[in-house]
């Protein structure tokens, strides 16, 4: 079996001032100081990056953006371009989150493109699939996750996917407490990857990792990842607060 380089994001969606934001990556570097077998991404508000970014220039935790437009440049008021979030630094961008999908209308067609644009200006999808409660009640996880992969990885090669991370967010577990149980995510996280061999192939498939998102918890954690399928965790509310960002990061050691 492949070995993936775990890897553990934190989502701050709309939230933390650009001092409160300085304040808590430099707590986080010093409690993940060390730590070298987990890839530890944090993706503050646009209004943060440049800060956080210059926090973090020498420190092995990487920087991502939570959204961005698909033309480089133009007349999108309000909007941010994939050259403007390379140009802060950026690594990694989340495209196709939930609460995109759900409150700004985002659909699948629009995921692709932002996937296609991050890819072309050399940075890396955080790719967001999951199913509502009443899909899964309806019996339509795998449906609804066969889509959502299908479409937004729509015209993208052997070459462009090994830069993607995909992330599970079952949408019910987002901001609710809820959390799936360890066999519920991996049972997931394994039709994921069973999709990526027959889009792709094998190899690409071992070799892509999967993130779980929603609730996740230093108490969830380590269920989480003895999974063989999940590679990482999406957080969100935890990574607000540094210690409990560190502990989730240092899953390995719980």
Known sequence: MMIRLPIIAGNWKMNKTVGEAIDLVRKLK???SGIKEVEVVVAPPFTALYAVGKELNGSS?????????WEQKGAYTGEISPLMLKDLGCKYVIIG??????????????????????????????LCIGETLTE????????VIKRQLEAGLKDIGDKEIREIVIAYEPVWAIGTGRTAT????????????????????????????????GSVTPE????????EDIDGALVGGASLVAESFARIVRFKEI
């Open 61 to 69: 935790i990487e920087l991502s953006a939570q959204n961005l437009h």
């Open 30 to 32: 010093a409690l993940i």
């Open 220 to 227: 969830n954690i380590k269920g989480l990842m003895d999974r």
């Open 97 to 126: 989150h939930s609460e995109r999908r759900q409150y700004f209308g985002e659909n699948d067609e629009i995921v692709n493109l932002k996937i296609k644009s991050a890819i072309k200006n050399s940075l890396k999808p955080i």
């Open 136 to 143: 899964r009640e309806e019996g339509k996880t795998f449906s």
């Open 182 to 213: 360890p066999q519920q995510a991996q049972e997931v996280h394994k039709f994921i990857r069973e999709k990526l061999e027959v889009l792709y192939s094998k190899d690409i498939s071992q070799a892509i990792r999967i993130q779980y998102g």
